[in-house]
């Protein structure tokens, strides 16, 4: 049986695929680090988990030491710079496409992520796990295959109308038109070859050498504008991290273009209350971090986007003015007005903590499930679409210009406390994330909540996520009746989903114990393990 909860001394590991944390597991058992084994694992999500993230895709890690010195890399890839809003009127479209060539018009900057990471790790954490070893599980199991995920199939199947037309895509994913079932040996040959080139090359093969070269041409071949220059121009940045007061510590994030801001303004405005004097599972509790979260997400949607084009007023919108007076503005007996919110995202989040206390919170998508659909030529890669979530219109925060980055719901999460990271945490599902991390981390700090319980306790989702597209509040089934019926009244427009859905998001969850043990859960709507 998979095991959902560990505890140890000398590191833990926590992803939503079994598999992945195995790999991670593997590389802290031998005396790695936590970046090295987040390598093992992130490579592994990207050939077990390949509907929800890819080498195609994006991805953002937050690290910190034992000492809580934080090291963020940033992978958002840029638009090509073919793609303008003048092309996408040339074409017809008064909007980007989700699907399709089009839609494959970010770089993807993962594996540049992958490269910095371990080159920091080597020079600053003392790493010494080679690259080569660290893709090893991985491609082990693109060429030997595993036991095909009920999601994978299941995704497919219900975005059959806007994927199955992608013969690049069906041959792999569908042969015979028929996604792979559940359980089914899964192999991707050109995948293993393409992790066997990166082995040879490093993450610079990916960008600037023969794969690259090769992903380059397959784009072109399906016609997409992103170009091979596109690729050797860019690199992935550092960036320092964002932080915000909550409780005796600091939860921390990744900067915009990323919408970790969001995720810190819900637990500013909370640090204003009290919520333990609310029971967890009741409409008060949630109406707080729903009402929290409107306000978040009308300014994130007011302001993030990529700070080279757009400034950004982080410090003081995290300012504990500006927080005190957003919590102030929550009426706690009356739900605000809502509209939409930016819609789906599949991605995966995985966790490591080493013998060190050195941690690492991850998270890396190819955007939309199975991203634009577009496979790169013979690599096996599939390509995210990212870039659809950039507004054609001028006046528009996020609109597409050449070299922008796109607004990213991606963005992993920590809390520090005693200067030393307490909390690892995060979550994939769009607009869901930040509201999923406010659920886990008040859940593990204010109610102090059996790791397990974190993730098991039922949870909520103010608007959409991927495989939704209504904006109602929506409460898992095991909510008691007069939540429903409370948060009704005060003027929600609630929806009953299903036990355990996945809408609500794959979580996980380290948290760092006063004997010096850490322990780890990983999410049961997921596939995951915690080791």
Known sequence: MTRRYAKSSRGVVTSPHYLATAAGKAVLDAGGNAVEAALAVGATLCVVYPHMNSLGGDGFWLLSDQWGNLTGFDGA???????????????????????????????????????????????QWGGRVPWRELLEPALGHAEQGFACSASQGDFLTQKWAELGGFDTLTDIYAPGGQPAPAG????????????????????????????????????????SLLSADDLTAFNCRKVEP????????????????????????????LDHFYLARHPHLSADYVHLVVEATKQAFRLRDRHVADPDHVAVPVAELLSPATTAGLADAIDVSRAAPWGKGVGPADTVWFGVVDAKGRAVSAIQSIYHEYGSGMVAGDTGILWQNRGASFSLDPRHVNVLKPGKRPFHTLNPAMYLENGRPRLVYGTMGGDGQPQTQAAVATRALDYRLPLPEVLDSPRWLLGRTWGQSSDTLKLEGRFAPEVFDELTRRGHTVERVEDYAQMMGHAGVIRALDDGTCEAASDPRSDGAAA
């Open 242 to 269: 964002i932080g915000v007061r909550y409780r005796n510590g600091l939860a921390v994030n990744m900067p915009p273009p990323t919408q970790g801001l969001a995720s810190l303004l819900i637990l500013g405005q």
């Open 77 to 123: 890839g840029p638009a090509g710079q073919a793609y303008t809003p003048a092309f996408y009127a040339g074409q017809g479209l008064g909007a980007i496409p989700a699907r399709g060539p089009h839609a494959a018009n970010t770089v993807a900057g993962l594996v540049s992520v992958w490269g910095a990471a371990h080159a920091f790790s080597r020079v």
């Open 184 to 223: 089914v040996t899964f192999r991707q040959p050109q995948l293993a070859e393409s992790l066997r080139l990166l082995q040879r090359d490093g993450a610079e093969g990916f960008y600037r050498g023969e794969l690259g070269r090769r992903v380059a041409q397959g784009l072109a071949d399906a016609g």
